[in-house]
């Protein structure tokens, strides 16, 4: 096709990442050389719909202009200054990022990883300095099969032996607890010490576990009667995601228009949010929290050379005036109906497929084999032949998360080329 779209081909690029990059990742093979809006096209020009958007980051959709006018304008006014100085956005961002989610503070960070330390670091410190407990006795429990990064001490209670193996000697003072159980939630709050409780309100990594309706109330209640803090990691769930602008508002209708969370649904304690924070432009992370928690980090106790910076901030806020003005939550929550209404029809017809399920447009397809198989890989290479592009998460799932900017239109198309892909599959 067009031979000038890259400087070089699609076969050359994953020749160098073999021969110089870490092995950290299997890629599906095919090199992305341009994005805009949920359209992506590879070295060689073919055109793909994107249905991963970078594990939910680009929910604003690739190159979205308001977000990348933000970042060139503040890149080349002040990029960084670290937080030895103060700059003239952060505090605009802080009090922005703050009464958009309804909490007195934010510390702001980079990756989500960091994101989610920076959580437990908090949650640990107020429960020595706050509730009172002994030093070093503090627990917080958190879910089997949670996915909350890549850090040492995060995949200290991660039970993927892949993410775990010769990466030891683990952190302590984690308890794992099922997921979606509430009956366990109130058995390990029994124990002694406990100071708080993750948990993500969708199960995104382990393969789009939406829980049961009221569990996430519930958890929210038992901690609160326990004086433990209910931590919600709302890296991929959040930001209009799955239909609301966090998963933790659940049904609420009211897309991204509440300030502060009603008392109906669910306020966390402290809420970690990156990813889609910045539109997928830049890293941006950030722990929310009331003054009360917050306010047991003083000068000096935890940081980042990044966290907070002008361009960050800048980027921050232009994807988050985004999600309003387009109403992406309220899109998210249309069209996640209709593809799982699609996804039905194809299940009725299909044994390739048994299940679909999630909520907005965090969705994931189950298929019909081991979970050791090939199948969903092999689908998904089918469906990148076909121009859509997803991955396959464990295995047998396929998880379906293109940007929320999509149209109805692009949506039928998408639905028709996975349709098509499925009835034309052999193993
Ligand atoms: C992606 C993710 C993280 C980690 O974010 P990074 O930016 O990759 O460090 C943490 N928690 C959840 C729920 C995630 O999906």
Known sequence: METTFSKISSKEAIALEDKYGAHNYHPLPVVLAKGEGVNVWDAEGKHYYDFLSAYSAVNQGHSHPKIVKALVDQASTLGLTSRAFHNNVLGEYEEYITSYFGFDKVLPMNTGAEAVETALKLCRKWAYEVKGLKENTAKIIVCENNFHGRTTTVISFSNDPVARKNFGPYTPGF?????????????ALKEDNIAGFLVEPIQGEAGVYVPDAGYLEACQKLCKENNVLFIADEVQTGIARTGALLAVCGDCNCGTSCQKQSDTYVTPDILILGKAVSGGMYPVSAV??????????????????FGGNPTAAKVAMAALEVVKD?????????????????????????????????????????????????????ICMALRDNGLLAKPTHGNIIRFAPPLVMTKEQLMECVAIIDKTLSEFKK
């Open 288 to 305: 929310l929290a009331n003054n009360e928690i917050m306010n047991v980090i003083r000068p000096g106790e935890h940081g980042s050379t």
């Open 175 to 187: 308890i794992k607890i099922p997921y979606n159980d509430v009956d366990a939630l109130a058995e």
């Open 326 to 378: 387009e109403d992406l939550a309220a899109n998210a929550r249309t069209l996640g109906n209709l593809f799982r209404a699609e996804m039905e029809k194809i299940i009725a017809k299909s044994d390739l497929v048994s299940a679909v399920r999630g909520r907005g447009l965090l969705n994931a397809i189950l298929i019909n084999d081991t979970e050791d198989s090939s199948t969903a890989w092999d």
